[in-house]
């Protein structure tokens, strides 16, 4: 509720009691213009602002403004203060209690008197100004529509290693919010926005360390409560969703501790067999394969996968038997001479009943 804030609004904008609207408002524009998130790289930036709309928004406001230096005892100055003539005829309501008008009486009364008027005010009139109080932030809050920040969802890369190991992210998330100032509607009496110049948006930017934890799978998603967008009026915090993409740079992926691989190679490899280099995390391992492997069979290197609970995994590699994108016509003659002495049906066993 805003007037019974225990902040001073005219601190924060730089002017006094006595201040007029028209100074209120320069001082507004100055400092919002001043501290405004976008232009303003502070890290509080983003509360002074918000600082500055919440106290322009009571003290623009004739009637919000009274009543703050009411319950703040902002209630005697200089020359130009209110007077404070008070009734207590029933009628005569809260807000329709003060006039502008210097009064004479008032500027000479010594302090003390102050105090007595001021005890005696509350006292008279509490009642009435809680109920004008309650009433007008039920309006408010009829009229606020409380709404809650939508969720944020994006995606980040790391590496296999990374996924293996874990790692940690600074996110730049930007964030959206209603315009504090028109609250979204984009005018004020007719006249666009000055704070969001008429976008009814409200952007700032977040930096958030985010830990991924190690042995993560391919489009995991990381769920970061409250750090979607603000609400507004109340309204809770969105959800911030991380998709983890693992780059995919090689033929690995992570199941459980282990890790599968896949690699390629050439017909003649898998006849003649022969040493193959694979890339493994503690570095290069030679695979030795057999004379005649087949394509799709597994090859499994010990304590070469994830560690867990003190354990390494085992990488398993799986053969796949890939002809190269080109032959040469000797090579493809070759071909052709080895399909004639071959003896083998292959498909010898396959029969069509
Ligand atoms: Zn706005």
Do not use: W
């Not at 406001?61 to 319950?71: A, T």
């Not at 939508?150 to 998330?173: H, V, W």
């Not at 005649?292 to 085992?314: C, E």
Request: hydrophobic share 30%; aromatic share 8%; glycine share 6%.
């Amino acid at each position: 509720m805003v007037i019974k804030s225990r902040k001073n609004y005219y601190e924060i904008l730089g002017v006094t009691p006595d201040s007029e609207a028209g100074e209120i408002k320069s001082a507004y524009r100055r400092l919002a213009r001043k501290f405004h998130p976008d232009i303003n790289k502070a890290p509080d930036s983003v509360r002074k602002f918000k600082d500055i709309l919440e106290a322009y928004e009571v003290l623009a406001d004739e009637i919000k403004r009274k009543q703050y230096n009411m319950v703040n005892g902002f209630y005697k100055t200089s020359k130009s203060s209110y007077k404070t003539e008070y009734k207590t005829n029933p009628q005569h309501k809260t807000n329709e209690s003060f006039t502008k008008e210097p009064s004479a009486e008032e500027q000479e009364a010594p302090t003390s008197d102050n105090e007595i008027y001021r005890k005696k005010f509350f006292k008279d009139s509490i009642n009435s100004i809680l109920d004008e109080i309650t009433r007008s932030h039920y309006s408010q809050k009829q009229q606020k529509n409380i709404k809650n920040g939508d969720d944020i969802n994006t995606d980040i890369s790391i590496s296999l290693e990374e996924a293996i190991n874990g790692t940690e992210r600074i996110l730049n998330i930007m964030h959206k919010e209603l315009c504090p100032n028109c609250r979204g509607r984009k005018f004020i009496n007719g006249s666009k926005c000055s704070v969001c110049e008429g976008s009814g948006e409200f952007t700032s930017h977040k930096k958030i360390t985010v830990k991924i934890p190690k042995g993560i799978k391919n489009n995991a998603k990381l769920r970061i409560l409250n750090e979607g967008n603000p609400g507004f009026n109340g309204g809770k915090s969105g959800t911030l969703y991380i998709t983890v993409k693992i780059e995919k740079h090689s033929n690995f992926e992570i199941d459980g501790a282990n890790i599968l691989y896949k690699i390629p190679i050439t017909p003649f490899e898998a006849v003649l067999g022969g040493k193959i280099e694979i890339p493994a995390l503690s570095g290069k391992i030679n695979l030795i394969l057999p004379a005649m492997t087949h394509s799709g069979q597994k090859f499994r290197l010990s304590n070469q996968g994830l560690k867990t609970n003190g354990k390494f995994g085992d990488m398993i590699v799986t053969v796949e038997i890939q002809l190269p994108n080109k032959l040469s016509n000797e090579e493809i003659k070759m071909y052709e001479k080895l399909k004639k002495m071959s003896q083998t049906n292959i498909r010898g066993n396959i029969t069509n009943d």
